[in-house]
């Protein structure tokens, strides 16, 4: 399902605006994440810290990948932070982003109602349980809305070698407007959904949904930067960008912060550091 046309003219309204703004003067960044990050706060946390360090503005909107990088498409983004490696690499090769930089990951999991009428719980493959679901038509709600989630889904979908169809496979109407709206409708449904632990978490105590399946390595959910190209767009603040990414992929600065998100709230971390020098550094 498709964002509204009043909500998809409001998005790229408020871009112009806000591009308008970050291109008038150097110090301000604006960037476009995928909606997961923001809802579990670690966007807002990542921003206040730079501007704290650095005094340099961050600012985003928040969008389904897919949207995310066609508002980039069209020059009124300075960065992108984005969960869907297919769409990433479509992007850059075509000229419109420099990179694709490794930054965080969590994973998803499958969530469902206690009754586990598909009885998937406690299976370790993730496709073996989305056949189980399919072969029950047990009740499953998707975003399908091309966002990083549903992409994610798609995938899975495609590796059962299955294209699910039906009244069991419910397109949720609203899918673009983020996760926890879609998980709040597959609760109250009684569905089953693909979901980023970190949305499961910031509301489990709100839904009436169990994570069923977890722990398959099929199910990380790895999130990438990536500059807007300013051989492409020359408008775009390319040079504060590239402070924000070198701040953001810092063991020292934005992925300490990542390590530790959460972790006082639900004792661990809803997220892991994922960047190149963050990596290195345990090499060493």
């Known amino acids: 399902m498709k964002r509204s046309t009043g909500s998809r003219l409001a998005l790229m309204l408020l871009c112009c605006v806000w ?12 960037m476009a994440s ?13 921003e206040e810290g730079f501007e704290k360090e650095t005094g340099i503005r ?3 909107v928040g969008a389904g990948t897919g949207e995310a990088l066609k ?22 090769a075509a000229g419109y982003g420099t990179e694709r930089i490794p930054f965080m990951y ?24 989305l056949k ?12 399908g809305d091309k966002s990083g989630t549903h992409v994610a889904e798609t995938e899975l979908w495609d590796k059962a070698g299955l294209k699910p169809a039906g009244t069991w496979y419910k397109i949720y109407e609203k899918g673009s ?27 489990q105590k709100e839904i009436k949904l169990e994570i069923l399946v977890e722990g398959d390595e099929a199910l990380l959910n790895r ?30 600065k934005g992925q300490k912060i990542v390590a530790n998100f959460g972790r006082a709230r639900f004792g661990a971390p809803l997220f892991s550091p994922d960047s190149r020098e963050w990596h290195a550094k345990d090499t060493k």
């Open 106 to 129: 969590n994973d998803f999991v499958i969530v469902g109602p206690s009754g586990d009428p598909a009885e998937v719980r406690g299976m370790k493959s993730a496709t073996a349980a």
């Open 71 to 92: 508002i980039a498409e069209k020059g009124n983004i300075d960065l992108v932070m984005v969960h869907a490696r297919s769409l990433e690499e479509r992007f850059v």
């Open 177 to 203: 407007e983020g996760n926890v709206p879609t998980l709040r409708f597959s609760s109250t449904s009684g569905s089953y959904t693909l979901i980023d632990r970190a949305t499961y978490l910031s509301i």
């Open 132 to 143: 189980k679901i399919a072969e029950k038509s047990a009740p499953f709600v998707t975003r």
């Open 223 to 252: 999130i990438s930067l990536i500059p807007v190209n300013p051989q492409k767009f020359p408008q775009v603040n390319h040079e504060d960008v590239a402070l924000f990414v070198r701040w953001l992929t810092s063991p020292t």
């Open 58 to 60: 961050v600012r985003h």
């Open 19 to 30: 591009t308008t703004v970050a291109h008038a003067e150097k110090g301000f960044i604006l």
């Open 34 to 46: 995928t909606i997961g990050p923001i809802d579990a706060g670690i966007v807002s946390a990542l």
